[in-house]
């Protein structure tokens, strides 16, 4: 996929953190069980559907910093932990989550707690 018309890394930085982290979890957790282990780069992939793929380092580097501030928003949450492997393990507070009705409320709940 291509740089999406909003302008990529800049529609990527744009977007409001907390909503994109709780809808973003929910694509890569979807269909996922409890204690599950789910790839990293599923959220990657995801990022890279909504706002195309990242064109020169500046911007790689740039995705790449909001895809590890997304993973430290979820860990801070207690709805996923990175694992030894590399992946993300979904936790008892994440199957909430996908749960939820409006998911990026009830994560900013989760961040409050």
């Given at each position: 996929m291509t740089e999406n018309?909003?302008?990529?890394?800049?529609a990527l930085l744009g977007e409001?953190?907390?909503?994109?982290?709780?809808?973003?979890?929910v694509?890569?957790?979807?269909?996922v069980g409890l204690g599950r282990q789910r790839a990293r780069?599923?959220?990657d992939k995801e990022i890279y559907?909504?706002?195309?793929k990242p064109r020169g380092s500046d911007a790689y580097?740039?995705?790449q910093a909001v895809i590890a501030q997304?993973?430290?928003i979820w860990e801070q949450a207690r709805i996923s932990a990175r694992t030894s492997t590399g992946g993300l393990t979904l936790l008892p507070d994440g199957a909430r989550l996908l749960a939820a009705t409006d998911t990026a409320d009830e994560l900013r709940a989760l961040?409050?707690?």
């Open positions: 018309a909003a302008g990529g890394v800049e409001e953190i907390v909503p994109l982290a709780a809808g973003t979890f694509v890569a957790f979807a269909g780069n599923v959220l559907r909504r706002f195309g580097y740039a995705y997304i993973v430290l961040l409050r707690a």
